[in-house]
């Protein structure tokens, strides 16, 4: 972060100082909402949530060297030498400080998002920019208005550009994160179900994503999944057309960065042919599955138009690392392959793994799923159509855990897959899965993030690498 002032931090907040501390030249060098993480110059925000209450650290953080707390109660006793602005409310403080610090910066600001592969889009972009540009990323998948400002606030004058993922499951949310944001380059990677038990339906969903637009700076670049069914609609906008230049990717031909020539078969990567305005060249990816035709695509638009060269864009895509628990692979003595997909699930996703596991090179292939959540109403249905997948897929076994997943389970054991268990947890499922792990074997774990389905991943390893010790 680059120095504000006191006053700065008054004025952005609409904050009004307490105590007796006046000096509105005192320089400020960082924001923290972690009291355990502040130092000197920084000033504390004091977040208040379902189940802690930040003020109840602004003590601790001032003790540890911040400068300052910005709070929405006024604190019985104020430590001296100490400022204390008061607001109506620290998170949108937060929010509001981020929206002027970015204005100080006149850089290119990418804003990703999308139903599925936020995360992977993001990092694939920043993988490929960063191979000629200094680039800010979002850390892990602070997408949100906490993690948001976080990274907006991290900008300093060695950046060039910045990439920064914008998540939501409410109405409004991306209209909120873009006001902090300012994107002049907006990414929309599909309308899927994720969320849909919040929003009601795939229509809402595309409107809540398509608020990106309410933020983005005229004349913005905007890229677009051609294979999406919601997505080319815009096409059709004819205000968001004259406003903004648009770009497609994907498989279509109608899309301007195309994937030709795909190979997703491979054991460790997946290749194909890019097809550009700019000419053509050969990608590698080291990742699986073939939706990473996508962050590939998207990378090589962005990569283009800031005037980067095919060769340059192939290196970027090379040197991409996935992100921990994002279809992460194992390699285990005997040919056992884990795939810990476990971060997140929603019914595109689950899909699209199940498909990589089908082309992986082993005797026998068993997907381990658990429970999709927020998906309201068409719970079932959803899970129902996960199953109908994994029974087309060519799998040899199936595990569920949970009771939503127990839908996948009846559904891919009515569709012919032959071997099928369901469990209501994942301690329950661990004698199974002990007894499936054996060499030339391909596991698949899947599931939504609060069913910590990582853990059963990781004892599937251990299990895994006993058998060669």
Known sequence: MEEITLRELVDATNGTLLGEYRNLDTRITGAKS?????????????????????????????????????????????????????VADTLQAAGDLAAVYRRKF????????????KTTMKDMIAAVLSVKFNVLKTEANFNNNIGLPRTVLRLDKDTEIAVLEMGMNHKGEISSLVRIAQPTCAVITNVGDAHIGNLGSRENIFKAKSEIFEGLQEGGFAVMNA??????????????????TFTWI???????????????TLEECMKFRAVTPNGDFDVTVPALGRHMIYPCLAAAA????????????????????????RMETYRCPGNIIIYNDTYNANPQSMKAGLVTLSHTKAGRRVAVLGDMLELGEMEEELHRGVGRAAAEAGID?????????????????????????????????KETLRQLIAPDTALYFKASHLMALEKLAAFAKEEAEKLSS
């Open 106 to 117: 006149g850089i290119p600001v990418i804003g990703v998002t999308g139903s599925v592969g």
């Open 227 to 244: 294979d999406d069914d919601y997505l080319p609609q815009l096409q059709n906008d004819k205000e968001k057309q004259e406003k903004f």
């Open 34 to 86: 972690d009291n355990r993480k502040c130092g000197a110059g920084d000033v504390f925000f004091a977040f208040v949530g379902e189940n802690t209450d930040g003020h109840r650290y602004v003590a601790g953080a001032l003790e540890a060297g911040a400068a300052g707390a910005v709070v929405s109660k006024e604190p019985e006793t104020f430590l001296p030498g100490k400022f204390y602005v008061k």
């Open 397 to 429: 076994t199936l595990l569920t855990v949970g009771e939503r997943a127990k839908f996948i389970a009846d559904e891919a054991a009515k569709r012919g897959l032959a071997d099928v268990r369901s469990f209501s947890s994942a301690e329950e499922a």
């Open 302 to 325: 962005l990569g283009q138009h800031f005037g980067m060269s095919n060769d340059e864009i192939a290196q970027g895509i090379a040197g991409y690392v996935p992100t921990a628990m």
């Open 250 to 264: 994907g498989e279509s031909a109608d899309a301007e960065y195309r994937a030709v020539n795909i190979d997703d």
